[in-house]
């Protein structure tokens, strides 16, 4: 009798503790390492992934909006200190110095963590960056402005120059694609996503009924200057047509033609060598 009550309590002590799981926030379910946004594994399949997704991704698993005390990310990799009265960043301030040789070198640092490998993809990412543009990519010696890469939770970066020391963190190896590093790269460069563009409703439909409830915040518009370039849906810094989609329906659809893909997986859309030239005022040849 003893034994059989013992069994009781047991099973109701376990029912007690399904109910309870059961109950807990999906969203919680994301600590779970078999979670992937939703769709994302089809589309892998179909080699359809956009920089922005690759970074959707990892930053779920890793990084939470919090990165610390004082810094959160804004649109799922924009880091934003809470703590220091933040410039606002868009477009002309917070621009990266030019030479009197007509370069903007950008200094960096890269932490030892990395290995041979991760440090060419990094390089490879810069040339991405420096193709076609006056930007160079130095290492670090006497500048007191630089980027200092590392392999913190999650890839994300802060928004243009913002004055001494700046960590642009690639986790590794989850953001060791090259797509995703030149992507952060454009952050530093002072690029927000392309479909935060003031304009962007005359281009795409927000699907809002399908976007995850907890990242609404994600799809905000900023009063962006358009550097008299035409909405680039092709651009390294646009979101994949099903960024934080609850279930695996689109979240952005292209007003024009349904059709039209989404963000780039590894490289800058033509457009976005245009972009850099026009802020940075590049005197190479701007066709
Ligand atoms: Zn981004």
């Not at 924009?78 to 007509?102: E, H, M, N, P, Y």
């Not at 890269?110 to 930007?135: F, H, P, Q, R, V």
């Not at 001494?164 to 002072?190: K, W, Y």
Request: proline share 3%; glycine share 6%.
């Amino acid at each position: 009798m003893a034994t059989w009550l013992a069994k009781m309590e047991q099973m109701i002590l376990l029912c007690v503790l399904s109910t309870c799981l059961s109950a807990v926030h999906p969203q919680n379910f994301l600590l779970s390492p078999k979670w992937v946004p939703a769709g994302h594994r089809e589309r892998e399949e179909h080699g359809d992934v956009t920089a922005m997704d690759k970074i959707i991704k990892t930053n779920e698993f890793h990084a939470t909006r919090i990165i610390d005390g004082t810094t959160t990310l804004r649109e799922g990799d924009i880091a934003v200190s809470t703590g220091r009265r933040s410039r606002i960043c868009f477009a002309r301030s917070c621009l990266w110095s030019k030479s009197v040789d007509g370069h903007v070198y950008i200094a960096y640092t890269l932490s030892a963590e990395y290995s041979d490998i991760d440090t060419k993809l990094i390089k490879k990412g810069m040339d991405n960056i420096e193709d076609g543009t006056c930007i160079r990519f130095v290492p670090q010696t006497h500048q007191r402005d630089y980027l200092d890469i590392q392999p913190k939770s999650g890839c994300w970066s802060y928004l243009g120059s913002r004055g001494g020391r700046q960590t642009l963190s690639l986790q590794n190896p989850d953001c060791m694609q090259v797509g995703v590093i030149t992507h952060e790269f454009m952050h530093a460069l002072g690029f927000v996503h392309e479909q935060s563009r003031f304009d962007r409703d005359n281009y795409v439909t927000i699907m809002w009924p399908n976007v995850w409830r907890d990242r609404l915040r994600n799809f905000e518009k900023f009063k962006t200057e358009s550097l008299d370039l035409p909405y680039d849906y092709g651009s390294i810094m646009h979101f994949g047509k099903y960024a934080y989609s609850m279930d695996g329906e689109p979240t952005i659809i292209p007003k024009s033609n349904r059709n039209i893909k989404l963000g780039q997986a590894s490289s800058l859309s033509h457009i976005d060598k245009l972009k850099i030239n026009r802020l940075y005022q590049c005197t190479v040849k701007d066709d």
